[in-house]
């Protein structure tokens, strides 16, 4: 699977857009990137995953540039709950080749 | 509540007990893994189970071992453990053979070895 950069940590203001970056310049064409984040103690929680076009749910969006060589993570409003680790992972999603690769990821801190 | 089961939360056990974690999803998924997360540290792969079969361990001494009777439970026994094995230990599941929505994971089980 790609290798991921992230930056080790970020703050943003309550009530602000958080936008996380992403780098994976060695992504390949069938590699999908996926967004997951660790709140203090517990279990990692998925957010998002997107292959080449933008996508958004309910917790978040994902916006990945055209040549797919890095994406941004965008959570519109955030609140104190969103203090997390987030990490972004690329990795083939085929049969059999199901296994998660974190990395360090950026510690993301909502500032009151 | 995630769908994915671990107990206990907590476990403290001595360098010579036998204990096991037990990890129980009802998400019908078809392969579970066991993670380990050391303080200050990226999660660690150390079991992988597809179809109740052992599809890979990562370098994993022999004092940790693994067992998936079914599809819904995973045990990780547990035997002589040193003092560096205490750690956060992350159970997850995922729908095998498709895109889906990536792991599921349990909210861990919190060992102390002394």
């Known amino acids: 699977d790609a290798k991921t950069t992230q930056p080790p940590s970020m703050d943003c203001a309550e009530g602000r857009a958080a936008n996380l970056p992403c780098n994976h310049s060695?992504?390949?064409?069938?590699?999908?990137v996926y967004w997951y984040r660790q709140i203090h103690s517990q279990g990692p929680q998925y957010i998002i995953h997107?292959?080449?076009n933008n996508e958004t749910n309910e917790m978040a969006s994902l916006i990945i540039t055209e040549d797919r060589k890095s994406s941004t993570l965008i959570l519109p409003h955030a609140t104190l709950r969103d203090t997390a680790v987030y990490y972004c992972?690329?990795?083939?999603?085929?049969?059999?080749?199901?296994?998660?690769?974190f990395g360090t990821g950026t510690r993301l801190t909502i500032i009151p | 509540e995630t769908g994915v089961t671990q107990t206990p939360r907590h476990l403290v056990m001595g360098m010579t007990n036998k204990k096991s974690l037990k990890c129980e999803q009802h998400?019908?998924?078809?392969?579970m893994y066991w993670y380990k997360q050391s303080a200050k540290k990226p999660l660690e792969l150390m079991f992988v189970?597809?179809?109740?079969?052992?599809?890979e361990n990562n370098s994993v001494p022999s004092r940790f071992s693994p067992e998936c009777p079914n599809s819904s439970h995973l045990f990780l026994h547990l035997h002589t453990l040193q003092p560096e094995d205490s750690a956060l230990y992350l159970c997850a599941s995922s729908q095998e053979r498709g895109i889906g929505y990536g792991y599921t994971f349990g909210s861990g089980t919190r060992l102390t070895v002394v």
């Open positions: 998400l019908g998924h078809n392969a």
């Open positions: 997107g292959l080449k």
């Open positions: 060695t992504i390949s064409g069938n590699e999908y």
């Open positions: 992972i690329v990795r083939v999603a085929s049969f059999g080749n199901e296994k998660l690769t």
């Open positions: 189970y597809s179809l109740e079969e052992r599809v």
